[in-house]
Structures are given as C-alpha cells and as structure tokens.
Nanobody, 118 residues
Framework: QVELVESGGGLVQPGGSPRLSCAAS????????AGWYRQAPGKRRELVAT?????????YADSVKGRFTISRDNANNHMVYLQMNSLKPEDTAGYYC??????????WGQGTQVTVSS
C-alpha cells in the first residue's frame, strides 16, 4: 500500500508559476510510474503528465505542453512534482497525483485545488 499527499495548490494569478508536490509513504519500494490528473467541475478528468520510473521519460497533455513540467525524486520520499508555468484560468481544477506499483495497482492522493483568477 502506498499513501500519497499532495500540496502546493491554492489561488494563483494568471501567469503564475506554482509547483505541486506529491509525497509518498508506505510501500514506496514498489513504486514505478507516476503522474498527475486534473478535473474541473463539469469536465472530464484529464491526464496532465506522466513520468517513468527512472524519471527519464515524460509525457504531457497538449493543453499543458511547454508550460508544465513533471519531475520526481526517488531518493526523497519518491516525491513527484508538477511545475506549472504561465497558468491560465482554464487550468483551474483539482489536481491529483498517482503512482503505480509493480503489480500495476494505482494509488491516488487526495487532490489539491488550483484556482487561477485575478
């Protein structure tokens, strides 16, 4: 079992650059890939970014490509980060991190709200 806790959300002005963090605990030795989803009210859940176990390969949704960067620190609580730059109001959503383990089970954090507004 892996537990995840996100942090770093809040109210951000358009153009802002917050960084979301996701800290893992529990059976962290089994963690493989990781990523971030987001969901806004009335909209479908969107896969924002993924990162491989090694951290050498990342993929992004077209809507955030060039603005968001996913990274991880396997030596530090298997932290997973989402650096968000040039935020737009349409980036407003609940952001959820996940990790997968060797058995392809997926574990989720509780989510952190990001609201982009002036």
């Amino acid at each position: 079992q892996v537990e995840l806790v996100e942090s770093g959300g809040g109210l951000v002005q358009p153009g802002g650059s917050p960084r979301l963090s996701c800290a893992a605990s529990g059976s962290t030795f089994s963690i493989t890939s990781a990523g971030w989803y987001r969901q806004a009210p009335g909209k479908r859940r969107e896969l924002v970014a993924t990162i491989t176990t090694s951290g050498h390969s990342m993929h992004y949704a077209d809507s955030v490509k060039g603005r968001f960067t996913i990274s991880r620190d396997n030596a530090n609580n298997h932290m997973v980060y989402l650096q968000m730059n040039s935020l737009k109001p349409e980036d407003t959503a609940g952001y959820y991190c996940y990790v997968e383990d060797y058995y392809r089970d997926r574990f989720w954090g509780q989510g952190t709200q990001v609201t982009v507004s002036s």
